[in-house]
């Protein structure tokens, strides 16, 4: 099976500007989530779609949204970037339950400017 | 609340000789637990999880991991190191009916030839 593949891999953007990250779930994989990761901050939790709804939410502000597609890809979006948005974005899949592992994309590196 | 300790950012070890990475949580009910793997500028891979059943759990590339119920730890081991082991690991946390992970800060693993 082909993994979790995330688009663009590398993005530059200014402040104010906003962007769009996608990611491709293994096949089969319905449950989506995303994760910031920073040299700060580590690996911090944005949400989780399944089934095209948003089942779990970290503590991110309103700026940071996503969705789900019917095919289970999901995007996620931030608007009006702040410098501290620059991170390594991850994606991570897995089947559906609490117990599967989740797999990771090799993630988008957002810079901003 | 759910939370994962790594109480270590930094192990270094000699090639050759046992590497152990802490892990500790603090989670309501029954925990699931995983170990992930990160190389420099790649996404996060899956080495092992403790669901339930034996508390010795072996996982890839010679990793295994000790669920100890009454310290509340979940270390990483592997008897002899390599040098391609040097990487960062993660720890991570789930919990029955909860599809949110919560991940430790990350250990960064040194192995010296």
């Known amino acids: 099976k082909a993994g979790v593949t995330q688009t663009p891999r590398y993005l530059i953007k200014t402040r104010g500007q906003q962007v769009t990250l996608s990611c491709s779930p293994i096949s089969g994989h319905r449950s989506v989530s995303w994760y910031q990761q920073t040299p700060g901050q580590g690996l911090q939790f944005l949400f989780e779609?399944?089934?095209?709804?948003?089942?779990n939410k970290g503590n991110f502000p309103g700026r940071f949204s996503g969705r789900q597609f019917s095919n289970s890809r999901s995007e996620m979006n931030v608007s009006t970037l702040e410098l501290g948005d620059s991170a390594l974005y991850l994606c991570?899949?897995?089947?559906?339950?609490?117990?599967?592992?989740?797999?990771f994309g090799p993630g988008t590196r957002l810079t901003v400017l | 609340a759910q939370s994962v300790a790594q109480p270590e950012d930094q192990v270094n070890v000699a090639e050759g000789n046992p590497l152990t990475v802490k892990c500790t949580y603090s989670v309501s009910g029954n925990p699931y637990l995983f170990w992930y793997v990160q190389y420099p500028n790649r996404g996060l891979q899956f080495l092992l999880k403790y669901i339930t059943g034996d508390n010795l759990v072996k996982g890839s590339y010679g990793f295994e991991a000790e669920f100890n119920k009454s310290q509340t730890s979940f270390h990483l081991k592997k008897p002899s190191a390599l040098v391609s082991d040097s990487a960062l690991y993660f720890c991570?946390?789930?919990?029955?009916?909860?599809?949110?992970?919560?991940f430790g800060s990350g250990t960064k693993l040194n192995v010296k030839p």
């Open positions: 991570a899949s897995k089947p559906a339950g609490p117990t599967d592992t989740q797999y």
């Open positions: 779609y399944f089934s095209e709804t948003q089942r």
């Open positions: 991570a946390v789930g919990r029955n009916n909860f599809n949110k992970f919560y």
